[in-house]
């Protein structure tokens, strides 16, 4: 779990998300929270249920973005679903629990890897004796019996030492190419699991859709695991074994205990489009099912016990941070045991003119940045004056205000269309550079801001 104070989480967002202050100040109280429940005598531990937020705001204002960025710094299982993608118990289509489920499976990967990595340099070592196996064919088949064939390189002389027997000499000759990565890029020929499964499918039944995997499972135990032989380059087939040997070193139910542990204690839920399964009481009809989806969220919020392939887990303390618009439906518009499960909201502000050319200049991963880098490939070298950045800005709001208001993805559609011409030419245009300024920027968007027709299809 993440030991950031909520300062540093907020500092952290700040680098990719322009304002939205409070739900940031707010998300990151959630995560700290968790982290100082963990401090706590057992007993009152579990007292402390989590706090559940609700962010409101209209769209592309950086809801899920928040959400994204969180999920990087979190370093706990972190899961974003949206709510519309389930249906009611009993329906055609994924169950509430699942999204317990993925959780588990995201949990599980994560602790894999942090085992695999602990065990890195034996699996490299084993994968490394593996590979010379592949490379070498021994006259004599080794009791655990790898299957090898190298494949003959065209392009080396023919006196090569592979076809030699392998005594221990070439063995160490290949050895050291190897590690000198003279090897890479040959090829050979590797038998390793696939995933394909055991060859049931019960995909199709209603319902059964999350099953596919358990029962896959169940029955991976009775059947051998299927195996395949690829081809591959050397350094590829390394990777795989290193794979190999390290699931062999692993202790998965030791895995499964810690990821477990860690889905219950501080797994993050984002739920996305709340608003969507939120209804007004008075028109029944479809919505029916809607109320049956927030019921059966319910308990999983509150906190139950799912079944999952890893063994149970408890809800009690995952957090759940859900967002949605909340245009036309409003957050008493749920069903009200749900809430009260969610007693945080926070609302998103609508972005402005000044957010936009803060959200062109200021994040890391910011427009301009992206598409300087991209035409940079071609050796153009592409930059905005100041005047230009306030004037997309400026253009950005006012379409948001005439159009409609998507937020910050407008820059999207207006920066592709300003430099639509730049992106097409830069193939030839090599060793030049490109200064946008606030009269490139008129020239090429005034035609179609001015003409509010045109302007509803193009930006
Ligand atoms: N405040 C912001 N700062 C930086 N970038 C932003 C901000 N708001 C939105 N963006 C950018 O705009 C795009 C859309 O934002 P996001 O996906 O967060 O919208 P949203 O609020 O979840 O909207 P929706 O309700 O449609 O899901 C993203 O690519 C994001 O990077
Ligand atoms: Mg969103």
Known sequence: M???TPREIVSELDRYVIGQGEAKRMVAIAMRNRWRRQRLDPELREEIAPKNIIMMGP???????IARRLARLAKSPFHKVEATKFTEVGYVGRDVESMIRDLMEIGITMVRAEEREKVRVRAEKH???RLLDLLLPSPTPKPGGYSFTPIPDPAAPSAEPHIASANDSTREKFRQLWREGKLDERMVELEIATQEGSGVSIMGIPGMEDMGGQVQDMLGRFFPQKKKLRKMKVKDAFDALVQEESDKLIDMDKVQDIARERVEQSGIIFLDELDKIASRQDHGGPDVSREGVQRDLLP??????VNTKYGMVKTDHILFIAAGAFHYAKPSDLIPELQGRFPLRVELSALGADEFYRILTEPQNALTVQYSALLGTEGLSLSFTDDALREIAATAQRINEEAENIGARRLYTIM???????SFEASDMGGQS????????RGQLADIVENRDLSRYIL
């Open 416 to 422: 592709e269309k300003l430099l639509a011409t730049v």
């Open 434 to 441: 490109v200064t946008v300024d606030q009269d490139y920027v």
């Open 2 to 4: 993440s030991s950031l």
């Open 127 to 129: 994968a490394e004796e």
């Open 59 to 65: 769209t592309g204002v950086g809801k899920t973005e």
């Open 300 to 305: 999983v919020v509150e906190g139950c016990v």
